[in-house]
């Protein structure tokens, strides 16, 4: 069984700055990409950044240039930096795991984010 702990969300002004955290645990043979997506409602759930495990890091186009993904491979966690945020950035952010077999993909409880002022 796989378990994503995220932490990091909260309430920011607009150009202000968080970071969200997640790390991963259990049985996990290898990891075929990790990062972040995000929701609001009424929404599809949208790719904010991934890394994938052969060495791609993908961004949505509406978070290049303010957020960042980062990893620590020993620990098996991810980041994300988000700067500049905007009201627009407010969504549920979620913390997603790719691993064999399958691939299956495993999500985090998610992390409220709101920018607001």
């Known amino acids: 069984q796989v378990q994503l702990v995220e932490s990091g969300g909260g309430l920011v002004q607009p150009g202000g700055s968080l970071r969200l955290s997640c790390g991963a645990s259990g049985r996990m043979f290898s990891i075929n990409a990790m990062g972040w997506y995000r929701q609001t409602p009424g929404k599809e759930r949208e790719l904010v950044a991934e890394f994938t495990m052969r060495g791609r890091t993908n961004y949505a186009d509406s978070v290049k240039g303010r957020f960042t993904i980062s990893r620590d491979n020993a620990k098996n966690t991810v980041y994300l930096q988000m700067n500049a945020l905007k009201p627009d950035d407010t969504a549920v952010y979620y913390c997603?795991?790719?691993?064999?077999?399958?691939?299956?993909?495993?999500w985090g409880q998610g992390t409220q984010v709101t920018v607001s002022s």
């Open positions: 997603t795991i790719l691993i064999p077999p399958g691939p299956q993909r495993h």
